[in-house]
């Protein structure tokens, strides 16, 4: 950790979804920087916050952020924080760089923790019809060529794999990894 700090993101999952839980990101920026952080930006209605932390690694991040947010704003939010070298993971071992010019149908999944075997096995059943996905570590890649909201096996996957998670979209990542790249 560098003397200014570590660069992290913060993926909220379930706020400002179908008008519900609403968080404004402007509101969102302040709790960040009475956290203490620092060179705090937004990106997106979905929670997407980049931060610069002196203290904490990611987990330890983690748990604070959720309690003092749900704290804040009186409902939980599962919170994935990650630093700047998952995200070049994330994007570096995409088992998909054909479909990347199509960044709206190719998404990924920041997992609480990487899935057994057994729970990848129990997936794999499920995924039928034109999608497909991969999963490397903690993250799930999936290929939706019809697009998220056409997709069945999407909307099974959190309740099959049973590993909590948040899902972004490739622009989303190339965005994220950028502004923490200049952050």
């Known amino acids: 950790m560098s003397a200014q700090g570590t660069i ?9 979804v179908g008008g519900n839980r609403i968080v404004k990101m402007a509101e969102l920026r302040w709790f960040f920087e009475e956290f203490g952080f620092s060179d705090v930006a ?6 997407n916050v ?3 932390s002196r203290k904490g690694d990611a987990a330890s991040l ?3 952020l959720e309690a003092a947010f749900e704290k804040q ?21 995409n088992p998909y760089p054909e479909v990347t010019g199509e960044p709206t149908k ?7 923790r990487e899935p057994s075997p057994e729970e990848a096995a ?8 034109p999608d497909r996905f991969e999963i490397k570590g903690d993250v799930l890649y999936l290929h ?24 972004r979209n490739w622009r989303t990542v190339l965005t994220l990894l950028e502004m923490m790249r200049k952050a």
Not at 73 to 93: K, Y
Not at 122 to 129: A, F, P, V
């Open 8 to 16: 992290f993101v913060a993926l909220f999952s379930g706020i400002n």
């Open 42 to 47: 937004t990106y997106v209605q979905s929670g």
């Open 73 to 93: 704003w009186g409902f939980h939010s599962r919170i994935m924080v990650r630093d700047a070298g998952w995200f070049e993971r994330l994007v570096n071992e």
């Open 62 to 64: 983690t748990s604070e």
């Open 122 to 129: 129990r997936l794999s059943e499920k995924c039928t019809g």
């Open 144 to 167: 939706a060529p019809d697009g998220l909201g056409k997709s069945v096996f999407a909307g099974l996957i959190a309740r099959t794999l049973k590993v909590p998670g948040t899902a």
């Open 50 to 52: 980049v931060f610069r």
């Open 106 to 112: 190719l998404h990924a999944y920041a997992l609480e």
